[in-house]
């Protein structure tokens, strides 16, 4: 039962990843937050195998949030998922190792990500 | 301050738009799992009077929009506008048509901010990508309320939403580049609007970048 956390300041966002993924994996168990910060304390008191992070939040950005997390949680698979498709952000996301889920996520794409197969 | 395009520049812009639209309209399709259909995209350089009578001619009277400001090589706002009275469906269709009533319309405005959100990204992260150049867009911010209002929501975004240091456009001396994109969907029958109105503090960068994308063409 993989554990996921979603990472987006919209709850609408974060509600239709939710029904997305619970679509591809049924017993996934799900954790939100709505900010950097908050991921940021989730993961300190809950072990995650998957995090799914929007870029643009208030304060923090979703890549400064992955850059924490490759030290803090280095064995967490993460996804940066957002509509800014910039070749930059592609770039940056997969230089810290994450995957890039263009928003709103195409089903074949989110299920290459949470079951770790290749897209 | 004014800008001039020349003929092959102002095919640019448009063929620009067109690419950014077109990348909107897949993820929108996607979104409301609907077909988009797009018209060609108008742009016209016209002052705030002009704009108005622009809105006036063409958008609902009670709209439902989301803006963001951007900045960067380019630097401006866009909008997406619906009718007021459409919204709700909208929200349905990407929300699922099994949310309680009242669910559904308290999530109205933050799905309007997040159905902006993507389609507005998708759209200037496109013509960014185009040019090979950045950009940074603020968060989403709603809007609802008459069109009169609207154009100072586009050109004038409160304090906390500016990204730069710079005044907001006043009309006094700003020159908008107006570019209007109708869009409908075909089993729903919503209809949108989206609008940009580039800064032209930014025109000189800008153009530097159109005409290094028509050399790259043509050598």
Known sequence: ?119 | MTMILTADEQDVVTELMNMGVGRAAGAFSRLVNDEVILSVPEVAFVGIAEAQRVFDASIPDVLAGVRQSFDGFIAGAAALLFPEERSLELVRAIIGEDMPAEEISELEQETLAEIGNIILNNCLATIANALHSEISSSLPETYTGDKQGFLSFLCDPPPEARMSAEPPLDGSSSVLLLVQIDFSLRRRAIQGFLAFAIDLRSAASFRAKINEYLEALSG
């Open chain 1, 1 to 119: 039962m993989p554990v996921i956390l979603i990472v987006d300041d919209s709850r609408v966002a974060r509600l239709s990843l939710r029904r997305m993924v619970s679509a591809i994996a049924p017993d996934a168990e799900f954790l939100e937050a709505g900010s950097v910060d908050e991921a940021l304390s989730v993961v300190a008191g809950t072990a995650i195998d998957l995090a799914v992070i929007d870029y643009n939040m208030p304060e923090k950005t979703g890549l400064e949030l992955a850059e924490d997390l490759r030290t803090s949680a280095p064995s967490v698979r993460l996804a940066l998922c957002t509509a800014n498709i910039q070749d930059a952000v592609i770039e940056r996301a997969r230089n810290l190792g994450m995957a890039f889920i263009p928003k709103p996520p195409d089903t074949a794409v989110l299920t290459a990500f949470i079951t770790g197969s290749a897209p």
